[in-house]
């Protein structure tokens, strides 16, 4: 099946070479152009038993290829077992209005720090409010910046547990049928967001004219924000299961590439204007690398981040109290190998040799990259 890495390996070095691209996208292409090959070296396993000989050549571990997120993401999302607690859990999703689409792609990691501030203060003064819940809340935020057909559509979404700790360290259940009204926090998020949006934007490109600023604001002003909150999930572990969809999940996965012809590239998407259809697109191929390279992000952006009593810095204390509170099961997460991982997820034992089926591989050599020329 034709994969990302195809894509810009056909096409990716002519189009780099013709635009203006920052240092981090050039790194990003080149580590999934060479994830995986001989470029990036690897080593060769032989079995115990017959002697069997394979080459594996290493993972890029760029955030931004397909390849590498899965056993990246089942880490991720075994480490947060241990932090889950017996009580409903609610999806929330804070969007940016496309028309400050121009400005955050001119300004993205403030644009972004931006977006995360904003959404996560709105939902702090909420949940301390105490016609809503009058204690404080924690929730995991994750940043995604595309739509399903790799449009610009920057927005995050939160996982919160339905409840909160109280100024004197108790446990306080949220409603159960819905968190926060949506269209409270949607004014409460517009208002925070165009307050800093406001006082940060001289330093901003492309929003420091006076003029400019006060069509945007009118135009921002003027409209709703668009705040969604889901159901809450049946069970606790059933979270789990979700937070692997969204945590590191790559602005298009291999499994929606349907074909690279002619220079054109189709691919899988669903159409959530009409009830989430899914539908095929066909894009040039300079297109869809356009598309795509506009969600790498920055190097060193946090696209995860943690609040209230799930802020690392006094999540150990107060995760403990809401576990004491609430009942929740102790859980030890052991880290694991990639063949014990593997094994956990598939029940298939990738150390086997598939050519006597008794053996084991084990390393015999490393196999360093090529030296440039």
Known sequence: MPEIQDIFRSYGDEYLSRTNQPNHVWKAVRAIQNCRTAALGGHADACDECGFTKVSYNSCRNRHCPKCQALTKERWVMAREAELLPVPYFHVVFTLPEELNRLVLHNRGVMFNLLFSASSETLKKLTLDGKYLGAEAGFTSILHTWGSNLTFHPHVHMIIPGGGLTGDGQWRNSRKKFFIPVKVMSKLFRGIFMCALQKMRHDLEG???????????????????????????????????????????????????????????????????????????????????????????????????????????????????????????????????????????????????????????????????????
Not at 348 to 370: E, K, M, N, Q, Y
Request: aromatic letters at 10%; proline letters at 4%; charged letters at 25%.
């Open 207 to 373: 929003l420091d004219d006076d003029g400019v600023w006060r069509t945007t604001a009118n135009t921002l002003y003027s409209k709703d924000w668009y705040v969604y909150c889901k159901r809450p999930f049946k069970t606790c572990r059933s979270v789990l299961q979700y937070l692997g969809r969204y945590t590191h999940r790559v602005a298009i996965s291999n499994h929606r590439i349907l074909s690279i012809h002619d220079d054109k590239v189709s691919f899988k998407w669903r159409d959530y204007k009409h009830g989430a259809t899914e539908k095929v697109m066909t894009l040039a191929a300079d297109e869809f690398m356009r598309r795509f390279l506009l969600h790498i992000l920055p190097t060193g952006f946090t696209k995860i981040r943690h609040y209230g009593f799930l802020a690392p810095a006094t999540k150990r204390k107060k995760l403990q109290l809401c576990k004491k509170h609430t009942g929740a099961e102790t859980i030890s997460v052991a880290k694991l190998s990639a063949v014990d991982l593997m094994m956990k997820l598939t029940g298939r034992d990738i150390s086997l040799c598939p050519s006597c089926g008794a053996g084991h591989f084990t390393t015999v050599s490393g196999l360093p990259p090529p030296i440039a020329a």
